[in-house]
């Protein structure tokens, strides 16, 4: 009998299920914020006193008019919105903080903190899964919680962390990449020499690659330039994964990741490629095979049936055909 998957217990499933419904109502806190005027404030011009409101952390302020029933309502009505947004937001942390706490304790699979920082923030600004894809080892966690229980022989540390570019259309809805990064800190830097890289302070590197079908839908001149690799086109098929994680300093995170089926198939191609760094090629074998079972055996909802296999590039034939040749049977699939 092969076990392809280590199970959650009934007590981390539930905390699973519980930091999923937390997180979605202190993120739709956090949105409402952010959609909140940066602040409002009564100034006098020329003896009159004038609304403003303020539009950045450096008091840059436009007038709303001069006070009146009407931006006396305005000012009301900003007032009591921040007042019933931010209660909301204290009391969604609170219970946010606590599924946090007990997610670490049952030792639930992790991400590093400042990868973490970068995806509530692209979340905030609803660029998570619209735009944004993790694509690397970081998105291990998700196919974990998917299958309900840690992937086995499946290598899950990583230094680095990359995303992918994954506009279908080009919106220029929000400020782009680089706003973002440097939303979360501004000592966020192209690195010259890697223009798709980004370091900050720390020394942390976010990588943004692309699939080239894809590069077109980033707005002119967003920074870091995408990486465009051929690969990444398949990680845009299927149907992308959301699970929300913890990071190692205890903070919240949701991962938006490809379709397993896919991160699979890619991983195992890219162990066969020749300019692949040979050190990484085991790890990407490794995970690639580990995937590919525990979507077979613990993900039914997820089809590898015969309509899914005619789907497949061509280029990941024989490596979805070397897989199943490996691929053992486990026990009956279960749901979660």
């Known amino acids: 009998m092969v076990e392809y998957t280590s199970p959650y217990s009934d007590e981390q499933q539930r905390v699973l299920i519980n930091i999923e419904q937390h997180y979605d109502t ?185 699939a080239p079908s894809t590069v077109g839908n980033m707005i002119s001149n967003d920074r870091p330039s995408p990486l465009p690799l051929e690969e990444q086109e398949w990680l845009l098929l299927g149907t992308y994964l959301r699970h929300v994680v913890v990071a190692r300093d205890g903070t919240p995170a949701r991962l938006v990741v490809p379709d397993p089926r896919y991160f699979g198939l890619q991983k195992l191609w890219m162990s066969a490629q020749v300019k692949r760094d040979p050190r990484k090629k085991p790890k990407d074998r490794r995970q690639g095979m580990a995937v590919l079972s525990a979507t077979k055996a613990t993900m039914p909802h997820i089809s590898m049936d015969e309509e899914f296999e005619k789907a497949i590039p061509v280029e990941l034939q024989p490596f979805y055909e070397a897989w199943k040749v490996n691929y053992i049977e486990s026990p009956t699939p279960r749901w979660r």
């Open 26 to 210: 202190w993120m739709a806190a956090e949105r409402a914020a952010t959609a909140l005027p940066y602040g409002m404030k009564w100034a006098e011009r020329s003896g009159k006193e004038y609304l403003y409101q303020v539009l950045d952390r450096i008091g840059n302020a436009k007038s709303l008019g001069p006070r009146s029933h009407e931006t006396e309502a305005a000012m009301a009505n900003y007032t009591s919105s921040k007042t019933e947004i931010n209660e909301r937001r204290q009391a969604s942390a609170r219970k946010l903080t606590e599924s946090c706490a007990l997610y670490r304790s049952l030792r639930l699979p992790m991400i590093p903190s400042e990868a973490a920082k970068i995806l509530r923030e692209a979340d905030r600004r609803s660029m998570l899964g619209s735009k944004l894809l993790v694509v690397g080892t970081n998105a291990m966690p998700a196919y974990s919680i998917e299958a309900g229980g840690e992937i086995n022989d499946a290598p899950a540390e990583t230094d680095d962390f990359d995303m992918a570019w994954s506009a279908l259309v080009k919106d220029d809805a929000d400020l782009g990449v680089m706003a973002m990064l440097k939303g979360v800190d501004s000592t966020y830097t192209v690195n010259t020499e890697r223009t798709f890289q980004v370091r900050n302070a720390k020394a942390f590197e976010f990588e943004l690659l692309a």
